[in-house]
């Protein structure tokens, strides 16, 4: 064998073990970055349990406060949707998720003397939905749209477009099978919840869950400055 045909081997070898390398680091990178994502540190343990504690005034000022102006005397607003946001854009996603689930179910320990399973179950699957479709829309803007200029403007588009897309979810949700859980376990099976199934209740739907969520982005808006300062110089 030649011995440029000895040097091209070594150079075709040493090229394969810096590919195996990068591949190596790259993986390594991505697994950190999951880790990082799941990683429960001391300080996002104190700022879930300051997003819990508010998740828990809020909740008392929606059912105290809002009950006594709720549509057809059941449809109240919520404002317990904005500790979610604050969680999300503090944290992230998975974190959010589990606040939704928790503090949706934690009605039941006296907080909402009016909470039922199915309701909470619906507004359980409501936020889900919200908080999910928000997350996802909010990370393509970023790749798509990264001036910062703009985030409260690009962040009141797709708060407007989840809202929609909430609303649609929620007569989905009723008309499928909420309203038939209610009229079994609350209505005898008399079919006196079923009633509610009219394209009059599906727009009483839409145009109340559009309110309540653009309600709570619009006061999420005016907290995005004093969030990013708060994330900038923590390492959440």
């Known amino acids: 064998m030649e011995k440029s ?14 590919d195996n390398f990068d591949l190596v680091l790259i993986k390594q990178i991505k697994i950190n970055k999951w880790k990082n994502y799941f990683k429960l540190t001391s300080h996002r343990i104190a700022l879930l349990a300051i997003v819990l504690a508010l998740n828990i005034c809020l909740s008392f000022i929606s059912v105290y406060l809002f009950q006594g102006f709720a549509f057809l005397g059941f449809l109240r607003y919520e404002i317990t949707f904005i500790s979610y946001l604050i969680c999300l854009k503090a944290i ?6 589990l606040i ?12 909402d ?6 309701g909470v179950l ?15 829309f909010f990370y393509f803007s970023n790749i798509f749209f990264k001036n910062k200029n703009y985030e409260v403007l690009k962040t009141f588009i797709i708060a407007l477009i989840v809202s929609i897309l909430v609303s649609f979810w929620n007569i989905i949700l009723n008309f499928s099978f909420i309203l038939y859980l209610y009229d079994k376990f609350y209505g005898n099976s008399s079919g006196v919840f079923l009633e509610f ?11 109340f869950n559009i309110s309540k969520y653009m309600f709570n982005f619009i006061i999420f808006l005016s907290l995005i400055k004093p969030l990013n300062r708060i994330k900038s110089n923590s390492n959440l």
């Open 113 to 118: 003397p009016m909470a039922e399973w199915v």
């Open 92 to 97: 992230n996603l998975f974190y959010s998720s």
């Open 5 to 18: 045909d000895i040097k091209n081997e070594k150079q075709l070898l040493n090229l394969d073990n810096q």
């Open 100 to 111: 939704v689930i928790i503090a949706s179910w934690m009605r039941f320990i006296g907080i």
């Open 122 to 136: 619906t507004m359980n699957l409501s936020d889900l939905f919200a908080i999910c479709i928000f997350a996802l």
């Open 197 to 207: 199934k009219t394209w009059w209740y599906a727009g009483v739907l839409f145009g």
